[in-house]
């Protein structure tokens, strides 16, 4: 088994206040070994004996980085149902997924021509990152990204709900738009960074999903 000669740590997982440093350095392991299909093979026996730990601790990392919804494993068992093979899947990430820029598109949500396309952002879609540019002039300006780096953290976010959270950009903006007008909120909320970060077990995103996501929101479409 071979690793890939980077490994990948997203913002979403770095800055994770749900997580241990040691299940951010395992992502970033299983995200070396990941092939274009966003699956790993390797078993906890390998992760074991590479970081010199025993198998019940690398358990104990994956399980919280399924929990947090930065992974999911797969099980696959005999006909006796013991388990013969594990895959891992990536959801925040999958290696050498390059999107197309797409030229002429109508003239809706996503058509803005100042869009971020510089190799730095080449792992996001066209559509993610037209509705970034949406979703910020939600925003007061003194809240906006300011630099490269966090315009790459919030279009980490959006990426996330569309590919993790299934809400896709659309969505999104509809939702955001929604909580931004509401008077609690829009006082309390100028991040989207902090949308998928737990609190006492809640995500603002749920919280948010379930006051604002009304039959409109559902039925927006990419």
Same mark, same amino acid.
């Given at each position: 088994?071979?690793?890939? =000669?980077?490994?990948?740590?997203?913002?979403?997982?770095? %800055? @994770?206040?749900?997580?241990?440093?040691?299940?951010?350095?395992? =992502?970033?392991?299983? @995200?070396?070994? /990941?092939?274009?299909?966003?699956?790993?093979?390797?078993?906890?026996?390998?992760?074991?004996?590479? %970081?010199?730990? @025993?198998?019940?601790?690398?358990? +104990?990392?994956?399980?919280?980085?399924?929990?947090?919804?930065?992974?999911?494993?797969?099980?696959?068992?005999?006909?006796?149902?013991?388990?013969?093979?594990?895959?891992?899947?990536?959801? /925040?990430?999958? &290696? !050498?997924?390059? =999107? $197309?820029?797409?030229?002429?598109?109508?003239?809706?949500?996503?058509?803005?021509? !100042?869009?971020?396309?510089?190799?730095?952002?080449?792992?996001?879609?066209?559509?993610?990152?037209?509705? =970034?540019?949406?979703?910020?002039?939600?925003?007061?300006?003194?809240?906006? $990204?300011? !630099?490269?780096?966090?315009?790459?953290?919030?279009?980490?976010?959006?990426?996330?709900?569309? /590919?993790?959270?299934?809400?896709?950009? +659309? &969505?999104?903006?509809?939702?955001?738009?929604?909580?931004?007008?509401?008077?609690?909120?829009?006082?309390?909320?100028?991040?989207? /960074?902090?949308?998928?970060?737990?609190?006492?077990?809640? +995500?603002?995103?749920?919280?948010?999903?379930?006051?604002?996501?009304?039959?409109?929101?559902?039925?927006?479409t990419k």
């Amino acid at each position: 088994m071979k690793p890939n =000669y980077y490994a990948i740590l997203p913002a979403e997982v770095r %800055y @994770s206040d749900t997580l241990t440093p040691n299940a951010k350095i395992l =992502y970033a392991e299983i @995200s070396a070994l /990941t092939n274009k299909s966003g699956k790993c093979f390797a078993q906890n026996l390998y992760f074991a004996e590479l %970081y010199n730990v @025993s198998k019940g601790t690398i358990s +104990r990392w994956i399980s919280e980085l399924e929990k947090n919804g930065f992974i999911k494993t797969k099980l696959i068992r005999n006909k006796n149902k013991q388990v013969e093979k594990r895959f891992i899947f990536v959801h /925040t990430y999958t &290696q !050498n997924k390059v =999107y $197309p820029i797409l030229k002429n598109d109508k003239d809706n949500i996503y058509t803005n021509n !100042n869009i971020i396309n510089n190799n730095s952002n080449n792992a996001f879609s066209e559509q993610i990152l037209k509705s =970034y540019n949406h979703i910020v002039e939600l925003f007061p300006e003194r809240n906006r $990204p300011k !630099n490269e780096k966090q315009k790459k953290d919030w279009l980490d976010i959006i990426r996330l709900c569309d /590919t993790v959270d299934n809400i896709n950009p +659309r &969505q999104l903006y509809y939702l955001l738009a929604k909580v931004r007008k509401d008077e609690f909120w829009n006082k309390n909320f100028f991040s989207i /960074t902090t949308l998928r970060l737990s609190k006492n077990g809640v +995500r603002k995103l749920d919280r948010f999903l379930n006051n604002f996501a009304d039959k409109d929101f559902k039925q927006i479409t990419k």
